[in-house]
T-cell receptor, first 114, second 116 residues
Framework: KQEVTQIPAALSVPEGENLVLNCSFT??????LQWFRQDPGKGLTSLLL?????REQTSGRLNASLDKSSGRSTLYIAASQPGDSATYLC?????????????FGTGTLLAVQP | GAGVSQSPRYKVAKRGQDVALRCDPI?????LFWYQQALGQGPEFLTY????????KSGLPSDRFFAERPEGSVSTLKIQRTQQEDSAVYLC??????????????FGPGTRLTVT
């Protein structure tokens, strides 16, 4: 059974710092991995999608890497801003059946202090 | 529409009441997913539709939960005889192709259900 773990559970950094969020998964047979952002009381906003054949994806100040063999992904945020404060969730889409549902981690709550 | 929409955004129900939650996926999206997110947790899969066919309902926690998508677009998640443990945010997502693909899932804003 696929399990997704995110470390740390919470992180507080001063504005301008670069930071790394970690995601690990137990079954390397995945279709892809997605990083999401969730603001309080809101739905999920997709940040980056990495297909299983890819090693990394970049969007603006965000860079996500994927090491499928070791079951790890990292989300790197450069020059953090207070507006980056949110919960960051990673999710893997596995093989098997017709569904390929997303399996989520419990998230990392990020606070960027001005 | 521009994105996935859900209604109502907030619902308060007394224990034992039935509720119905609506999801409007992105137009033309084949796949539709329902997830349940408890406070402080990541979303957990409930059920999946490919067009009007419910292909996976393995995540539904009990037979009080029922979902439908009769015309392959709008979906309704119904919870009968609500219990306090049903309190959560219910998220709907859609993707362009069938489930067994690398397509990105797009999420709605969710419905926050509180059972008192």
């Amino acid at each position: 059974k696929q399990e997704v773990t995110q470390i740390p559970a919470a992180l507080s950094v001063p504005e301008g710092e670069n930071l790394v969020l970690n995601c690990s998964f137990t079954d390397s047979a995945i279709y892809n991995l997605q990083w999401f952002r969730q603001d309080p009381g809101k739905g999920l906003t997709s940040l980056l999608l990495i297909q299983s054949s890819q090693r990394e994806q970049t969007s603006g100040r965000l860079n996500a890497s994927l090491d499928k063999s070791s079951g790890r992904s990292t989300l790197y945020i450069a020059a953090s801003q207070p507006g980056d404060s949110a919960t960051y969730l990673c999710a893997v889409k596995g093989y098997g059946g017709a569904t390929n549902k997303l399996i989520f981690g419990t998230g990392t709550l990020l606070a960027v202090q001005p | 529409g521009a994105g996935v929409s859900q209604s109502p955004r907030y619902k308060v129900a007394k224990r034992g009441q039935d509720v119905a939650l609506r999801c409007d996926p992105i137009s033309g999206h084949v796949s539709l997913f329902w997830y349940q997110q408890a406070l402080g947790q990541g979303p957990e899969f409930l059920t999946y539709f490919q067009n009007e066919a419910q292909l996976d309902k393995s995540g539904l926690p009990s037979d009080r939960f029922f979902a439908e998508r009769p015309e392959g677009s709008v979906s309704t998640l119904k919870i009968q005889r609500t219990q306090q443990e049903d309190s959560a945010v219910y998220l709907c997502a859609s993707s362009l192709s069938r489930g067994a693909s690398g397509d990105e899932q797009y999420f709605g804003p969710g419905t926050r259900l509180t059972v008192t």
